[in-house]
C-alpha cells in the first residue's frame, strides 16, 4: 500500500463511520501563543477539548502536517540518525468531544489496523496505564488480546496531560513487534525497551480528568478522545521496511539527491546519514515557507533558517557546494502537493526563497570559515590550547558555522574546543528568547475569563446595526475581576449579552463608542474578545454607575466604523490586486485595518518597484469605480475553500465561516466589517512599500477621506515647489534634480578648501615630524577639522611622506578623534589598528580600524596625551623595524 493511500484509506475509514474529515491546520498555530509550531494533530482542536468552542460535529479525523523542532519535542539531532525521527511528519489522528469514548476507540484502532490494513494480529502488542483497569479489561474482554500482550505501564509512560494543570488522561498505546532478530536481547525486551524491535503505532488518549493546583484529578463531565499515529510509521510497516526512509514517502526525494550528489543512497553509513537529513529537512523547508514563515533571526524565522543551514551543512558533506537544496523543492510538490494544495500554490516562492538563503549562507560561511582561521592561527600563536566558548558562539550564531565543523576544523589545527562555554552562552541566548517569545499569554487571559464568565455570553449584532437598545450587562470588571460596578471615573470591562460593538480581530481594530443608560454613561474605547463567544468591552465611566444586570443602549461611533470598512474592503482589493500583479505565492502575513489607514504585510522576496506598485493602485481603482456590491455568506469552511476562498495568516477558524466576495475579482474568509459597494470606497492611495524581515514586505495605503487627506497634502506640497523652484508643476523634478548636483558641487568645493586651508594651515608648533628608522613619523593637532576631514588630510600627508605613520587629532564638540594611518609600502610589517590598540585604553578612548587606517574616540580634555602616547608607540614600532631598538626616535618641525 503506498503511502497516498494509507492517508486516504485511514480518513475514509472514519468518514464512513460518521467523523468529519477536517484538513490540516497551517504549522504555525493560530490564535495559540503557547505553541511555535504545530506539533500534535490535537492542536487545532484545542478549545473543543476545553469546551471554549462548539462546532457542528462531536467526532473527527484528520492527517495534521506537524513539526517538532523546540521545546521537550524536539527531535532535530536524532534525524538522520534514527530510521524513524524527523522534524516534519504527518500525524493521523480520530477524535471524539463528548461523544464516544474508550471502547469505541480501541475498536476502530483495532478494527482500522488489522481489518483495513491487514496488520497480523500475532504482531501486535498494547499497553494501557497501570491504573487503568477499564482498558486494559476492553482490550482482553471484547477486543480479544491476550492478557501477556497488554502491557501496563506507569504515569510517565502512559498518562497524558496539556499542561502542569488541566484536562488529562490516562493512554493505551498499540505496538508492532518487527522481530526478534532486531530486539536488544535482553531477557526483558518489550515494549517499554528502547530498542529497535518494538515500533509505537498508534497512541490512544482518554481525556476524562481535569487536574487541578493540587494535584487532584477531577472527573470530565465531557469525555474526549485524542488518537495520534505517525503515517511515516505506519507505512514502513505496511511496506515490510526497516526505516521510514525506505518508503515510497521518501524514496522519491533520496533519488533525486542521488542524481545532484553523483552518490548512491545505502552504499555509505556516514553518506546515508546527510541523505536522510537532506530529505526530511526539505519536506520542512518547503512545507514552512508555504504556510508563510521566511528565513529569519528570530522567532519561527530562526528555525526555519537552522533547518535550511543544517541541511546545506550536511549537503557539503556529501560533496555539494553550489546551492542544491532549491532543486529538490519541486519533488517535494510533485510528491505531496496533491495532499497539501498550498503547496502547489507556493512552489516558485519556495523555490526562489530557498535558493536566495542558500546564496546568502554561502558568502557568510565563507567569512565565518576565514575568521574561524584567524582566530584558531591566533590561538596557536599564543600558545592556547582551545577556541572560547565565545569565540565558537559567534561562529555559530552570527556566521552559522555549526558545532561539528567548528570541531573538524580545531581538530585538523590541533585545538580543543570548550564546549562548556559555548553552552552557557547558547543558554543565555535560549532565555533571550522565550523572554522575547509572548508563548502562553493569550491562553492564560482566556482561561482566566471562563473562570467567571459565562461560555458563549455574547452576540455579536453589529453588522445589522451599529445601535442596539436594551442590552443586558452580564457583568462588570475591574483588573480584569468581576466587581459589582463602576463609578464614574472608573476604567474596566463590560460585558453585554448582545452588542453592535466588533471586537478586535483579523487585523481590524475594535470598535469605539459609548454606552447610555439612564443619567449615565460609559465611552467604549476598546472591543476585543479573549476567548470565542465572549466580547468584552474597555471602558471608561463618564458619568453614572454602571453595574450587572444594567439595560443599557450601545451606541457605536459610526463614522470612524464607516472608515474601518472602507480600508477593511479596499485591503481585500488590494490583497487580490497584488495576487494578480505579482503572483500566486503572494500571502497576507498580518495586517491593520482602522479608521486612518490600512497595513498590509506579504509574503514577497524582492522590493516593489514603483511601476509595479502603481499597476497595482491602479487595478484596485478600476475595481473601486466599478462599484461592485459585496456578497456577503455563511457557508461551512470546505465548501468555502473548495470555491476558492483564501484563509488568511494567523486566523482560527470555525466549522462555519462567513465568505466575502467581490465579483469575480476576490473571495476571502473574514469576519470583518465592510462596505456595501466598492464605490463607497471613494479614494485609494497606495504608499511605498517596506522590508520588516527576510522576505515580508509591508505596505501602506489610504481610502475614504485618509485618502483625501493624502492627497491635498501632496497638492499643497507640490504648490509651494513651485513657488520656491519658480517653475510650473511638470518641471519640479529637473529643478530638484538640479539643486541636489549644484549642492554636491559645492559640497566637494567646499571640501577642498577646506582640505587645502587644514593641510597648509599648520604652524611650527603643532606639526611634528620623528625620524625612526626609515619611517617617518608625522603627527598633528588639527584645530577645527571634522572626524572625517582627518581622513583626507591623512591622504594628503602620505603622499607627501613615504614610507610614514601619520598620527592626527582634532576637537569636534565635546569630543576627542585620533587617526592614525600607514603607508602602503609599511602594511605587512605594521598594523594600525594595534599601534592605536596599544595606547588609548591608558587614556580613555575607544576605537578600532583595519591595519592601514584605524580612529579613536574619547574626552577631549586628554587628546593631547593621548596623541603623544601614539607618537610615542609608533615611533617605538618603527624603530623595531630597523632593530634600532626602543626609543623616540629624533623629532623636529619641517
Known amino acids: 500500500m503506498k503511502g497516498n493511500d494509507v492517508r486516504r484509506n485511514f480518513l475514509e475509514y472514519f468518514q464512513v463511520r460518521g467523523h468529519r474529515v477536517v484538513a490540516s491546520s497551517p504549522l504555525v498555530p493560530a490564535r495559540d501563543p503557547s505553541l511555535l509550531f504545530t506539533n500534535a494533530g490535537m492542536n487545532q482542536f484545542k478549545d473543543l477539548f476545553l469546551q471554549r468552542e462548539k462546532r457542528t460535529y462531536t467526532k473527527a479525523a484528520s492527517c495534521q502536517k506537524c513539526l ?451 443619567a449615565g454613561t460609559a465611552r467604549v474605547v476598546q472591543t476585543h474578545s479573549p476567548v470565542p463567544g465572549m466580547i468584552l468591552h474597555q471602558v471608561r465611566q463618564v458619568s453614572g454607575r454602571i453595574a450587572k444586570g444594567d439595560r443599557v443602549t450601545a451606541t457605536v461611533d459610526a463614522e470612524l466604523r464607516r472608515d474601518t470598512a472602507r480600508n477593511h474592503t479596499a485591503t481585500h482589493l488590494l490583497h487580490a490586486a497584488l495576487r494578480r500583479t505579482l503572483g500566486e505565492h503572494v500571502k497576507q502575513a498580518g495586517s491593520y485595518v482602522g479608521p486612518d489607514r490600512l497595513r498590509f504585510d506579504i509574503n514577497h522576496f524582492a522590493p516593489i518597484d514603483p511601476s509595479t506598485r502603481q499597476e497595482v493602485e491602479d487595478l484596485v481603482w478600476r475595481k473601486i469605480l466599478e462599484d461592485i456590491p459585496l456578497q456577503v455568506e455563511e457557508m461551512p469552511i470546505d465548501d468555502a475553500l473548495a470555491a476558492g476562498a483564501i484563509a488568511l495568516f494567523g486566523e482560527k477558524y470555525g466549522d462555519s465561516v462567513r465568505v466575502v466576495r467581490i465579483g469575480d475579482f476576490s473571495v476571502e474568509l473574514c469576519g470583518g466589517t465592510h462596505v456595501g459597494r466598492t464605490g463607497e470606497i471613494g479614494e485609494f492611495s497606495l504608499m511605498d512599500d517596506s522590508s520588516i524581515s527576510a522576505g515580508v514586505r509591508r505596505l501602506e495605503a489610504f481610502s475614504g477621506g485618509g485618502a483625501g487627506n493624502l492627497r491635498r497634502r501632496d497638492r499643497s506640497i507640490l504648490d509651494r515647489l513651485e513657488l520656491v523652484l519658480k517653475t510650473g508643476r511638470e518641471q519640479i523634478p529637473d529643478g530638484v534634480r538640479h539643486l541636489v548636483e549644484q549642492h554636491k558641487a559645492q559640497q566637494k568645493e567646499i571640501g577642498d578648501l577646506r582640505g587645502r586651508l587644514l593641510a597648509g594651515g599648520g604652524s611650527g608648533e603643532d606639526v611634528r615630524i620623528d625620524r625612526a628608522g626609515p619611517v617617518q613619523v608625522v603627527s598633528r593637532r588639527v584645530e577645527g577639522a571634522r572626524p572625517g576631514e582627518l581622513r583626507l588630510l591623512a591622504d594628503r600627508i602620505r603622499n607627501r611622506y613615504r614610507p610614514s605613520i601619520v598620527i592626527l587629532g582634532t576637537i569636534s564638540g565635546e569630543k576627542g578623534f585620533l587617526n592614525l594611518s600607514l603607508t602602503k609600502d609599511l602594511l605587512k610589517q605594521l598594523s594600525a589598528k594595534k599601534i592605536l590598540q596599544s595606547v588609548v585604553k591608558t587614556g580613555g578612548y575607544r576605537g578600532g580600524g583595519r591595519n592601514d587606517l584605524a580612529e579613536a574616540g574619547g574626552e577631549a580634555t586628554r587628546l593631547d596625551e593621548v596623541l603623544e602616547k601614539a607618537r610615542a608607540a609608533a615611533c617605538d614600532a618603527a624603530l623595531s623595524l630597523s632593530g634600532k631598538g626602543e626609543g623616540k626616535g629624533s623629532g623636529g618641525n619641517p
Open 68 to 518: 517538532r523542532v523546540s521545546g521537550k519535542h524536539n527531535d532535530l539531532e536524532q534525524v538522520g540518525v534514527t530510521p524513524r525521527h524527523h522534524t516534519f511528519f504527518e500525524m493521523l489522528g480520530n477524535f471524539s468531544f463528548g461523544d464516544y469514548f474508550k471502547r469505541e476507540a480501541i475498536g476502530f484502532a483495532w478494527d482500522l489496523l488489522t481489518g483495513s490494513l491487514g496488520l497480523p494480529v500475532d504482531r501486535l502488542w498494547v499497553s494501557v496505564f497501570e491504573k487503568d483497569e477499564e482498558s486494559a479489561k476492553i482490550w482482553e474482554s471484547e477486543i480479544g488480546v491476550h492478557t501477556d500482550r497488554i502491557i501496563r505501564l506507569g504515569e510517565k509512560d502512559n498518562f497524558w496531560q496539556m499542561g502542569d494543570t488541566g484536562p488529562c488522561g490516562p493512554c493505551s498505546e498499540i505496538h508492532f513487534d518487527r522481530g526478534i532478530a532486531l530486539g536488544c536481547g535482553k531477557p526483558d525486551c518489550g515494549v517499554a525497551c528502547d530498542c529497535d524491535r518494538f515500533t509505537e503505532l498508534w497512541n490512544l488518549v482518554f481525556i476524562e480528568f481535569n487536574r487541578d493546583a493540587e494535584g487532584n484529578l477531577n472527573p470530565l463531565q465531557q469525555k474526549g478522545i485524542d488518537t495520534g499515529m505517525g503515517l511515516e510509521r505506519i507505512v514502513a510497516v505496511l511496506q515490510g521496511v526497516g526505516s521510514n526512509y525506505e518508503t515510497d514517502l521518501f524514496q522519491p526525494l533520496l533519488n533525486s539527491i542521488s542524481g545532484i550528489c553523483g552518490k548512491r543512497y545505502g552504499e555509505e553509513k556516514r553518506a546515508d546519514i546527510s541523505f536522510r537529513v537532506i530529505a526530511d529537512h526539505i519536506r520542512s523547508i518547503s512545507f514552512l515557507i508555504a504556510d508563510g514563515v521566511v528565513p529569519a533571526n528570530d522567532n519561527r524565522g530562526y528555525v526555519l533558517r537552522r533547518i535550511l543551514r543544517r541541511a546545506i551543512r550536511h549537503g557539503r558533506k556529501l560533496g555539494l557546494e553550489d546551492p542544491f537544496l532549491w532543486q529538490l523543492t519541486d519533488q517535494v510538490v510533485l510528491e505531496m502537493g496533491p495532499a497539501y494544495p498550498e503547496l502547489v500554490s507556493s512552489r516558485k516562492v519556495i523555490s526562489r526563497i530557498c535558493r536566495r538563503e542558500e546564496e546568502r549562507f554561502r558568502d557568510t560561511y565563507q567569512i565565518g570559515s576565514r575568521l574561524m582561521e584567524e582566530v584558531m592561527s591566533k590561538l596557536r600563536s599564543k600558545g592556547v590550547g582551545t577556541v572560547p566558548g565565545d569565540d565558537m558562539f559567534l561562529l555559530y550564531d552570527t556566521y552559522g558555522m555549526p558545532i561539528d565543523f567548528q570541531e573538524e576544523m580545531a581538530e585538523e589545527k590541533g585545538l580543543a574546543l570548550d564546549r562548556t562555554g559555548f553552552e552557557k552562552r547558547l543558554d543565555r541566548q535560549r532565555q533571550k528568547a522565550r523572554k522575547a517569545w509572548r508563548g502562553g499569554r493569550g491562553m492564560e487571559a482566556g482561561t482566566a475569563y471562563h473562570e467567571f464568565l459565562p461560555e458563549d455570553c455574547s452576540k455579536f449584532l453589529g453588522y445589522q446595526s451599529t445601535v442596539i437598545e436594551d442590552c443586558k450587562v452580564l457583568a462588570v470588571l475591574a483588573d480584569s475581576k468581576p466587581t459589582s460596578e463602576l463609578r464614574e471615573g472608573q476604567e474596566g470591562e463590560v460585558l453585554l449579552e448582545i452588542t453592535p460593538f466588533y471586537p478586535e480581530g483579523g487585523g481590524q481594530v475594535g470598535d469605539r463608542g459609548i454606552l447610555t443608560f439612564g
